[in-house]
């Protein structure tokens, strides 16, 4: 079956901008997680979505970062006014129990 | 919280073992998941312990001690393609933490 999808997988922009990533878990996965990697740098979580539980936004590092999943599916990660900081590779998985499935992930350069 | 602390970088020879550990500080969590991930690539699931004990697939094995916070990630026969990072990962009850993870270098 498909694994997890995100798109764009590369992505540049300019300072200023906002960026909307998107994921597409595997069918049937309750949850849902979104981390962001810095090069060479470990896994930073942002936001945890589990079925139609209030979101886990404890990891999301400012107000200009936002998630919302639509119908215990898709999500979407939109990041408002990049900054420089802001690149990264961003990546969603989900997983039904314990086991974590990774999508490809967005590479996101800010300039 | 929890948090886990992971070497930064192992080095080991190709055809030998290596040991990959990973401490730990919770109040709570199912389990200790490990995960390899490649230099661009995205990290993928290899091992998990539900349970203290060993847990073998394959050339890899998983090892966990509730009592001592504590479990590693054993890597047998070393092959070149097994240089990667390793992320050990606790399974909590609300969500999955990520260790900083071990860069392994096999050298020939």
């Known amino acids: 079956g498909a694994g997890v999808s995100q798109s764009p997988s590369n992505k540049v922009t300019e300072k200023g901008k906002d960026v909307e990533l998107r994921c597409d878990p595997i069918s049937g996965h309750t949850a849902l997680y979104w981390y962001r990697q810095s090069l060479g740098q470990g896994l930073e979580f942002l936001i945890y979505?589990?079925?139609?539980?209030?979101?886990?936004k404890s990891g999301l590092p400012s107000d200009r970062f936002s998630a919302e999943r639509t119908g215990g599916s898709v999500s979407t990660l939109t990041i408002q006014r990049t900054q420089q900081e802001d690149s990264a590779v961003y990546l969603c998985a989900s997983s039904l129990v314990d086991t974590q499935y990774f999508g490809p992930g967005t590479r996101l350069t800010v300039l | 919280g929890q948090s886990l602390e992971q070497p930064s970088e192992v080095t080991a020879v190709e055809g030998a073992i290596v040991q990959i550990n990973c401490t730990y500080q919770t109040s709570g969590f199912y389990g200790l998941s490990w995960y390899q991930q490649h230099d661009g690539g995205a990290p993928t699931f290899l091992s998990y312990?539900?349970?203290?004990g060993l847990e073998e697939t394959g050339r890899f094995s998983s090892f966990l001690s509730r009592s001592d916070s504590y479990g590693y990630l054993l890597l047998q026969e070393l092959q070149m393609k097994d240089s990667a990072s390793y992320f050990c990962a606790l399974a909590g009850y609300q969500k999955v933490t990520f260790g900083t993870g071990t860069k392994l270098q096999v050298i020939p």
């Open positions: 979505f589990q079925g139609n539980s209030a979101p886990d």
């Open positions: 312990n539900a349970l203290d």
